[in-house]
């Protein structure tokens, strides 16, 4: 980590928490924000730093204002911690529920398609 400032680092940490708590690939991130997934994975390192508009590009892929990726939450007070924490936990539920939807879903479509095969 080599000659990154504060506020580099800080970015960059945000831009991996919010996609790890999104569920976001590297891969989806890098194809929604029109970079390569390399690049991500070298920023997330800290040895790609990124220009503004891919910062920009970026918190349009992650669904968030761009200033988000500039707070620093090292200094936040609990308050704020607690609640980001409880949005964390309400993201994992819904994480939990789409899952099952597809899941429930794949299982109905393969049941059908297997009906269907049989008529034939």
Excluded: W
């Amino acid at each position: 980590m080599e000659n990154i400032s504060r506020l580099e680092k800080t970015v960059i940490d945000n831009i991996r928490r919010i996609r790890q708590e999104k569920g976001i690939s590297q891969l989806r991130l890098s194809i929604f924000s029109n970079t390569s997934a390399s690049y991500i994975g070298l920023m997330e390192t800290y040895k790609n730093i990124p220009k503004l508009s891919t910062i920009e590009r970026i918190a349009d892929a992650l669904d968030v204002p761009v200033l988000v990726l500039f707070a620093d939450h090292q200094n936040e007070p609990p308050a704020m911690t607690a609640q980001r924490e409880k949005e964390k936990r309400e993201q994992k539920h819904k994480q939990k529920l789409r899952k099952h939807i597809k899941d429930e879903i794949l299982t109905r479509v393969a049941s059908d398609l297997d009906d269907l095969l049989q008529m034939i």
